[in-house]
Structure formats: C-alpha cells, structure tokens
C-alpha cells in the first residue's frame, strides 16, 4: 500500500487518516463498541467522501482537511463525553502491542487477510490506475472507483496497524520506505519487495536498539527509515552525476 500511496502522491491523506482512526477509537469508546470498529467506521467514510469529491488536486486536498477537521473534532467531542477508560482510544496515537488480546488478534488476522485477498485480485487495476495517471484519465468510467476503491484499502490497512504502531508512526512506514524504493527498483514488484524489506529491518532493527537502549523504539525506527531515504538520495544522485 505504500508503494501505491507514493505513486498517487497521497502522503498527505494518509496522515490525516491515521489521526482520523485516532478520532475512530474515541468514538468506540463513548458508544460501548469495540475502538478497531469505530476505527473502520470513521476511516472508511471519510475515504468514501474524500474519494467521491473527485480527483483534482487542489479539491481533494480541500476534502481532506474538511473531513480532517470534522473527524478530528468529533474525536475530541467523543472522548470529553465518555465516562470510560479512554486510554484505548489514547494508545491508538502510539501504539501498543501489549494491548493486543487474543480477539484483537484474530480480529486483525482476518482483516489482514482481506486485505490481501483484495488487494491481489485488484492489483493490475490499482497498479495501471496509480502508475499511469495519463492513461487512466482517458478511461473515467471506472478512475473513480478503483480511486475510491483504494482509499478503502488505504483505511483499512491503517486500522489494521494503527493499534500496534500507533498512527503517528504509521505514516512514517506508509510513505518513507516506499519513497525510498523507488530509488532502487524500476519495477513495481521490485519497489514493494524493496519497501517490505525497509519496513521490517527497520522495526526488528529499532526493536532492537530500542531493548538496548531503552530508548522510544519509535525514534529508532525513524531515524533507520530516515537513513535508508537519504542512502536512495545518495544513490539517485550519483546516477544522475554519471550520465
């Protein structure tokens, strides 16, 4: 999902709908449901409407901090009215791993794998309708639906993981290793095999450190993809130099 998010240059939309889970979360809490269905509820209507307001630039940012705006107040209003332990709703923000129970578990297994199923039977579709904007502009029967279709995906891979890594951090993983990637690979199988590769040493290297140190593992994890980015830097502009 991160290689797509950098291909349709959606980085600013997936950090305000990690902050919309956040919002998500508190709403679970004040109606007595679980905060993953809260989560799911918030991130996906605002992916719905953001996707319908069409896809123009300068519109689609517009919807963004609309919707942004809304959810986010709605979150506050949400968590300043509920009379329960809203420190669920609040760990969503950073993430909590130990907060993972055996239902939560199975609850994020199941959605993973729908995510994927989808994702792989979508895939030719959503790679031809985020590589190549021009072509997909010449065929506006469906540019909107695969559109909406991955803002979807996009909410729902951020509710999957926002309760583990937090939704601050989720960006960070969302966007840098995918920008980094597409440095080194001049495929898109090659770009998702490199950005899975970023992802993971980055998390199991901050984890690492991390126990070392017993330092945030949140700022390890940062400053690793950080390094990866500015190595794909490097690399881009040494080819440049040679030609």
Not at 21 to 44: D, K, N, Q, R, W
Not at 78 to 84: C, G, I, M, Q, Y
Not at 145 to 162: C, E, K, M, N
Not at 197 to 204: A, E, Q, Y
Request: net charge positive; hydrophobic share 55%; aromatic share 14%.
């Amino acid at each position: 999902m991160g290689v797509f998010v950098v291909a349709r240059q959606t980085s600013f939309f997936t950090h305000t709908l990690s902050e919309i889970g956040f919002s998500g979360a508190a709403f679970g809490v004040f109606a007595g449901i679980a905060p993953l269905t809260g989560m799911l509820i918030f991130t996906f209507l605002s992916a719905i409407f953001i996707g319908i307001s069409g896809e123009r630039v300068g519109r689609r940012e517009a919807s963004i901090s609309v919707f942004s705006g809304l959810f986010l107040g709605l979150g506050i209003l949400f968590l300043s009215l509920s009379d329960k332990q809203a420190s669920y709703a609040t760990s969503i923000l950073f993430g909590s791993i130990v907060g993972i129970n055996a239902q939560n578990l199975l609850e994020l297994i199941i959605l993973s794998v729908i995510l994927l199923v989808i994702s792989t039977i979508l895939f030719r579709k959503l790679a031809y309708n985020s590589f190549d904007s021009q072509g997909a502009d010449y065929n506006q029967r469906f540019n909107q639906l695969y559109s909406i279709i991955f803002l979807v995906l996009l909410a729902l891979t951020i509710s999957i993981t926002a309760q583990i890594i937090g939704s601050l951090l989720i960006f960070v993983l969302l966007t840098i290793p995918a920008s980094a990637a597409k440095y080194f690979g001049r495929t898109i199988g090659k770009m998702i095999g490199i950005t899975f590769f970023f992802v993971l040493s980055g998390i199991w290297i901050g984890l690492y450190f991390s126990y070392l140190t017993n330092l945030p593992v949140s700022f390890f994890i940062t400053i690793i993809e950080g390094i990866y980015y500015a190595a794909a830097l490097i690399k881009d502009h040494h080819s440049n130099s040679k030609l």
